[in-house]
């Protein structure tokens, strides 16, 4: 279980295939509440993000299991009947970049865009952050750095999101991001 993010297979992120079937024991509830960190590998059941309507599964990874670099040990599933579509999981940002960004760089090649900001937090101490985006005939991946690119602000200078994910996977993300921006705008 302890693939790394670079294996060979296009398909494979962290020891998860796309287009398969997820296989793993089912997440135990500890006071009605799933743990953040757990003794093994888990996935929970599906569930509704916050009261959306669209579904995903949180994969909780054993901490021997879990490279330093993924935050809270854990990714989010998105899948259709059963099979995997896609991931989105976070990092630990900007110390990180260049190791996850290069792991995928050499996983799907380079057939993306990368573009590097220059940021500044409140103490005049300039970062640069990548915004990195791969798009192969079957699997599309984006590393996105948490910050506000239309005006620099650092939102989380420790945090970045990584999608993977089918064209189907990108769809569904989109749809749940769709919903809840509607939400917003609502009240």
């Keep these: 279980m302890s693939a790394p993010l670079l294996a060979d297979d296009m398909y494979k992120i962290l020891g998860f295939e796309i287009g398969k079937p997820i296989s793993l024991p089912a997440c135990l509830e500890k006071n009605g509440n799933y743990p953040i960190y757990v003794d093994s590998t888990c996935i929970q059941p599906p569930q509704k993000l916050k009261g959306y309507d669209k579904k995903i599964r949180r994969i909780s990874l054993a901490s021997d299991e879990s ?3 993924l935050k809270f040990n854990r990714l989010f599933a998105f899948e259709d009947n059963g099979i995997l579509l896609g991931v989105l999981f976070v990092t630990t940002g900007y110390e990180t970049q260049d190791i996850v960004a290069s792991s995928i760089s050499h996983k799907l090649g380079h057939e993306g865009s990368s573009e590097d900001y220059v ?4 103490f005049g ?4 952050v990548k915004w990195v985006n791969w ?3 079957e699997i599309k991946a984006e590393y996105r750095p948490s910050v506000n690119i239309y005006d620099s602000s650092l939102n989380d200078l420790e945090s970045a999101t990584v999608t993977y994910e089918t064209e189907e996977g990108r769809e569904y993300r989109e749809s749940i991001q769709t919903e809840i921006n509607n939400k917003i705008r609502a009240l």
Excluded: A, D, H, K
């Excluded at 940021?119 to 409140?122: A, V």
């Design 67 to 69: 490279p330093y670099w």
């Design 119 to 122: 940021l500044r937090n409140n």
């Design 125 to 128: 101490t300039e970062f640069i």
């Design 135 to 137: 798009r192969g005939r």
